[in-house]
């Protein structure tokens, strides 16, 4: 119950103290401890299984072979799986940490809005939260308008990949990169023509994507109803992103003008993981992931740029559709873990 205790408490000091660095930092700390001292969640087993094999059978040179890599770095220096998923923990949340505080204006309350809404998900899924981190570091660079920050962000993409594989699609967003929007409607006329494409071809496609890797093909194949659920989810997300970076400031002066382009962008160009959803409804995961960063300009809107009631009501109704959506339903391997399956805390 200490955990608990010690997140409701930050909790309830983040709304008090939203601009608060310290309270973030400490949730943060408090994510450390309880990402990487668990000791079971969905996902556990699986990679505590992965890491048991020896050196000498490691092969890094192939599929996602960088996971492979860091496997064979802290193997080499002795760490056993519980040291390594520390260690990896903590560099994973300093590259979050490090993004929040790169554009957050209330690092407190958006730290608090991390950890119920996409925390208890992500340390799950412990390899795309790696790579995830890692794409965050080129699209630092790329808000920043960093120079080089295209291949800055290209280099971390390819990076991110070799952790996950599915981290690939990052590279749609390099079209986002612009200083005007990108129009939805060209954007939604070419992912209902890819649609039809894939829609026509399914049979070939899945056939093909078998061939590849069948395990694989059958357990993230989509059925109707998951695909019509995660293209309705990605529509609303994006009328809801485009509602809150489209607010104008008091003095009609947003030094993130740029940034906030960028971002709603790429929420336009992520339209066409509609069509991939027919195909494997897995990479909902890149939603989930870019709505981290979402979450970060759509905090800042809400408090320091709109002062009505509205923001911040549709601001809560947004986080409870992701809560109830992706978290509650699989709470028994997510959260409820996270809390209670905890080498420090038992």
């Given amino acids: 119950m200490v955990p608990v205790f010690l997140v409701v408490l930050l909790t309830v000091f983040s709304f008090f103290f939203k601009k608060s660095g310290i309270i973030s930092t400490l949730l943060f700390v408090l994510m450390w401890v309880l990402f990487g001292w668990n000791y079971w969640n969905a996902d556990y087993g699986m990679y505590n299984d992965m890491y048991g094999d020896s050196v000498s059978e490691i092969i890094f040179f192939e599929y996602e072979g960088g996971y492979e890599f860091l496997i064979f770095c802290c193997k080499s220096i002795g760490l056993n799986f519980h040291q390594f998923h520390a260690l990896i923990a903590a560099i994973v949340l300093l590259l979050v940490f490090r993004f929040f505080h790169s554009f957050s204006y209330l690092p407190a309350l958006l730290t608090v809005c991390f950890f119920w809404i996409f925390f208890p998900l992500q340390f799950v899924l412990f390899r795309n939260f790696i790579a995830f981190s890692i794409m965050l570091q080129g ?73 590849v890797h069948e395990k694989k093909a059958l357990f993230y194949r989509t059925s109707l109803p998951l695909f019509l659920a995660y293209s309705f989810t990605q529509i609303l997300n994006l009328y809801v992103v485009n509602y809150f970076l489209k607010l104008d400031s008091n003095s ?59 923001p911040k009501i549709l601001l809560l109704l947004y986080l409870l559709f992701w809560f109830f959506g992706f978290i509650f339903f699989v709470r028994e391997t997510t959260i409820i873990p996270l809390f209670f399956n905890n080498l420090l805390f038992s």
């Fill in 139 to 211: 699209l630092i660079s790329v808000l920043r308008n960093e120079k080089y920050s295209n291949e800055k962000y290209v280099f971390f993409v390819l990076l991110a990949s070799t952790i996950h594989i599915s981290s690939l699609f990052y590279l749609v967003f390099l079209f986002a990169f612009g200083k005007t929007e990108v129009k939805i409607k060209t954007i939604s006329l070419w992912a209902i023509v890819l649609l039809i494409v894939l829609f026509i071809n399914h049979d070939f496609i899945f056939s093909t994507l078998t061939l």
């Fill in 252 to 310: 009609g002066d947003d030094e993130n003008s740029r940034a906030n382009i960028v971002v709603l962008n790429i929420n336009i160009l992520m339209l066409f993981l509609i069509p991939v959803y027919y195909e494997m409804a897995v990479f909902v995961r890149i939603l989930l992931n870019f709505s981290i960063v979402n979450i970060v300009f759509i905090t800042n809107k809400s408090f320091m740029v709109d002062h009505t009631i509205f």
